[in-house]
Every structure is written in C-alpha cells, then in structure tokens.
C-alpha cells in the first residue's frame, strides 16, 4: 500500500493527483464452503486486514461451475472482477496488499520456499484425507506425518533464527504456513512437539492481531474439508 505524497498547489490546496493513494481492489474469494485451500488465504486477507468478500458453494454445484474456471480448480480470487488462480499466486497477492512482505528480497525467496513445500506437504495431506483404501491411507499417512513433514519441519527449525520463519516480523509465508501447522496439529497433536521455534511461529501467527480478529467469530462452514 502506498503513501500519499500531497503537495501545496499555486492555489494553496493538497494536491494528491500526482501520487493518490492507490485504490484497494474489489476482492472476491471463490472456493467450497469449507476451509480447505481457501482458509489460509483468508488468514493472510485478515492478518493484512485487507476487506473481502466471499462466494462459496457446495459440492453438487462445483460440476456445472468446473468448466467456466481458468483451470479447473478453486481458490479463484475474483480481483475487480478479474480472475487470479493458483493459491500461491493469490497467496503472494492477498500478502502484498496487505503488506505482508519483506523489503529483502532474500527474506521473500526463503519465506516463498517454505510455503511452496508447505503447498506439497498439503497436496500429499488432502491425498491421505481422500484416499479410500485403508491400507493405502494408512501407509501415506504415515509417510506424511512419520517421514516426509519431520523431515521439512526439522529443515525450517534448524534454519530459523527470529521469531517468524524468515524475519523477526510477520510475512505472508508465515501465515500461511503457521495456519497449516495449526491445521495438521488438529490431525497430529504432538506435531510440533520436537520443534519449538515452530510451534512459537505458529502461536505468533495466532497471535496477530487480524488473526485474533479472525477467529474470534470464524466463518462456519457446510462442508468438513
Ligand atoms: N494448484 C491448484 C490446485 C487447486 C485444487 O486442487 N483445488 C481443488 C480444491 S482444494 C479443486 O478445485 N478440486 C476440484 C477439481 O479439481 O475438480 C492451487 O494451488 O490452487
């Protein structure tokens, strides 16, 4: 978000013509009514406190919809009525009007690497949660949560030296993996246990003031994804 940078004109008036204030798009989140990959995108919209609005759906109304999406999938976030897919994109945009970014660009590039493993770590999470075949879900399950995530945890945890993932202050990656943290503690309660500076990330994130805001009344929603 920008400054405004007025100046006094030969009439004696401010003059903001020069650099207005840029104006906050009209946002519109897309997805099912349930959290899923939308719910971190709401975190990152609140923790910025960028307004939205939200249109969600069921899943018996997502077959006629499919084919008038860019790709095929939902989050889609409808920006002046403009559609921007991909959760990260939108991630990375939701963040940056909320000036969830660092000036450094190194900062930005680490905390991106987190939330692009985190985005895989989720891909692989809604793959066990959909899997039908018990022994199949069984064995994906536990080289999710018994490999794979000890694994990519033990990488941040080591790399972490400030009370955010990549910086002392909060950036966009944060909240959206601190939210997912917050999620897979849900299904793993001891998940954090071994990893302290993440479990302090995590409770940073819930303790951001838009995030307190958030969740004081959070949205409730028809479907368990
Ligand atoms: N790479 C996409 C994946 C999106 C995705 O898989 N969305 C799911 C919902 S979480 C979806 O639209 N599923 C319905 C379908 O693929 O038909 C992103 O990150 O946004």
Redesign the pocket.
Known sequence: MGSVVGRASKEGRVAKEQNPTPKMPALKLI??DGK???EPLRWILAAGNVPFEQETFGFDA?PAR?PN?P?????ILMVDGQPL??????ARYAGTLGGLVSKDALKNALGDEAADTM?EVV?KF?DTVFEKDAEKKASTEKSLFEEYLPKVLNVWESRMSGAFLADDKAMWQDVFVGHWLSRLEEARPDLLAKFPKLAGQKNKVLALDGIKKYLASPPQYSLP?
């Open positions: 997805y099912f899923g990959r939308a997502w499919k999406t790709y095929g999938s939902v989050p897919c991909q959760t990260l994109a939108i985005a891909s809604f994804l």
